[in-house]
T-cell receptor, first 114, second 111 residues
């Protein structure tokens, strides 16, 4: 039983296309996150939702739009993909947004923009 | 935002204890200290976290300095499967939630 799952695992697409990455957690957590890990392996938070409400929105181009249809899902839609968007994207969840609780990460989606 | 500093890499022999240090001199009173590790081609995995007192779980122990400006993750007996990048991050209990993962420490375990 996968706790945090992401689809697809790999995504290869051309510049200018629009794509979505889906994330689902079956842990009953209230808070979900999207992280980006670039080629230098830096892991940076992009967004966080708590009970479907956006609570973190880092300096991310507005081509990136998260959508949370319910507490168990947080999808990431990317418009007009650019070469610099190539990275591994991780979804995560935690019981609440408090630092008193740990985060659980998904396996990642490797996005390659050509 | 509070930052952490870790050595870039460390080596350990298999079945020996490993002490991974982390400095967080700008930690605030409400910041929890979290440790995660990332094995090659996998997502980060939770290891342990604590606020003030030392913590133990089945994976590791966390020793927190009295002034909380540093902490040490202790793997009691390193195995080859423990080879990973270990990240120390601070997560506040409230306020802005800018979780900053540093470069982490790449742990190499020698057979």
């Amino acid at each position: 039983d996968t706790a945090v799952s992401q689809t697809p695992k790999y995504l290869v697409t051309q510049m200018g296309n629009d794509k979505s990455i889906k994330c689902e957690q079956n842990l009953g957590h209230d808070t979900m996150y999207w992280y980006k890990q670039d080629s230098k392996k830096f892991l940076k938070i992009m967004f966080s939702y708590n009970n479907k409400e956006l609570i973190i929105n880092e300096t991310v181009p507005n081509r990136f739009s998260p959508k949370s249809p319910d507490k168990a899902h947080l999808n990431l839609h990317i418009n007009s993909l650019e070469l610099g968007d190539s990275a591994v994207y991780f979804c995560a969840s935690s019981p609440t947004h408090s630092g008193a609780y740990e985060q659980y990460f998904g396996p990642g989606t490797r996005l390659t923009v050509t | 935002d509070a930052k952490t500093t870790q050595p870039n890499s460390m080596e350990s022999n298999e079945e020996e204890p490993v002490h991974l240090p982390c400095n967080h001199s700008t930690i605030s009173g409400t910041d929890y200290i979290h440790w995660y590790r990332q094995l090659p081609s996998q997502g980060p995995e939770y290891v342990i976290h604590g606020l003030t007192s030392n913590v133990n779980n089945r994976m590791a122990s966390l020793a927190i300095a009295e002034d909380r400006k540093s902490s040490t993750l202790i793997l009691h007996r390193a195995t080859l499967r423990d080879a990973a990048v270990y990240y120390c991050i601070l997560r506040p209990t409230s306020g802005t939630y800018k979780y900053i993962f540093g470069t982490g420490t790449r742990l190499k375990v020698l057979a």
